[in-house]
């Protein structure tokens, strides 16, 4: 069974994670097919913009697969998988036409780093959202946090990545996180909140993102979202990380 499905919604692309199992957690064929739906968004010249989203109604993503990345030891081990998906959320947040992330349900660790990729976030009313890393003992490490502190006030950044504990997705509303909230999210929210920008030519659209990514090479994001993955592969390697891992895998053991 596929890890991912990508389908067509009018003039959207939809990648959505089919691991509704795992709480929808990235493991490296959901990391390549993220790759693949980029590629088409942006060849594809019929497409105005990519939703992400997960399946079913528990989670949107719950990060990195613990159980896939278990046996990741050394620093190397963990930067080769870390820089992998890091390359990937540049790529998305980069690219040339609108992306919106569709939380349908809790997102938590490498989930929210990938909904921060996102230009615009949209949540079901309730939905729970954390950058956990902190306490699995490491940072983000997929550049979640580069961009984070690109997307909110520093402040408000910091203290979202520090106290690393999910929030009611009506407080990230309020720090301007989430853009919108649903009773109920589906195709035809997301259709309702990309109607005004659906209205103007994707070369506009386009030309807006180029402004915003100009900024983000001048200020060196990817360098600095490198150095994130670097210091997490540090993090990852340490006893802590490793026991606070097994401790999650065993919990329902
Ligand atoms: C890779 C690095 C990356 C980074 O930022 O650098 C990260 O993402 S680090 C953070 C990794 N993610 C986590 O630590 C989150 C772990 N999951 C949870 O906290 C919970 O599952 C939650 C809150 C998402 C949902 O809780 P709920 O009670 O609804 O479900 P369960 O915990 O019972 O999980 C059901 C089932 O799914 C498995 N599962 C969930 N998340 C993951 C995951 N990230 N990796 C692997 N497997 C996951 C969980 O083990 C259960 O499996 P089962 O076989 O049924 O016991």
Redesign the pocket.
């Known amino acids: 069974m596929s890890s991912y499905s990508i389908h067509k919604e009018e003039n959207l692309l939809v990648f959505m994670i089919t691991r509704e199992?795992?709480?929808n957690?990235?493991n490296y064929e959901v990391m390549d097919g993220l790759l693949k739906v980029i590629k088409m968004t942006k060849q594809e010249a019929n497409i105005k913009g990519l939703v992400i989203t997960g399946e079913g109604e528990?989670?949107f993503c719950?990060?990195?697969?613990?159980?896939?990345?278990q046996n990741l030891i050394t620093a190397e081990d963990a930067y080769n998988?870390?820089s992998k998906m890091s390359k990937i959320l540049y790529k998305l947040t980069t690219l040339n036409k609108p992306t919106i992330a569709l939380i349908n349900g809790?997102a938590?660790?490498?989930?929210c780093?990938l909904a921060t990729a996102c230009d615009f976030r949209i949540a079901k009313k309730g939905t729970k959202m954390g950058f956990?890393?902190g306490t699995?003992a490491?940072t983000?490490?997929?550049g979640?946090g580069s961009l984070l502190l690109e997307k909110l006030e520093n402040e408000v950044a910091l203290k979202l990545l520090m106290e690393a504990r999910p929030l009611p997705a009506e407080d990230l509303y309020n720090k301007g996180f989430i853009h919108a909230i649903y009773d109920q999210v589906s195709m035809e929210v997301v259709q309702q909140f990309f109607a005004n920008i659906n209205r103007i030519h994707t070369n506009v659209l386009s030309a807006y993102k180029e402004i915003l990514v100009r900024k983000w090479k001048v200020t060196q994001l990817e360098k600095r979202m490198e150095e994130e993955v670097r210091t997490?592969s540090t993090l990852w390697s340490m006893e802590s990380h490793h026991q606070a891992v097994n401790k999650?895998?065993t919990k329902?053991k």
């Open positions: 199992h795992k709480r957690a990235i528990s989670a719950s990060g990195g697969d613990l159980s896939a990345f998988m870390l809790t938590v660790g490498g989930g780093e956990i890393q699995l490491i983000t490490g997929w979640g997490c999650f895998l329902n």
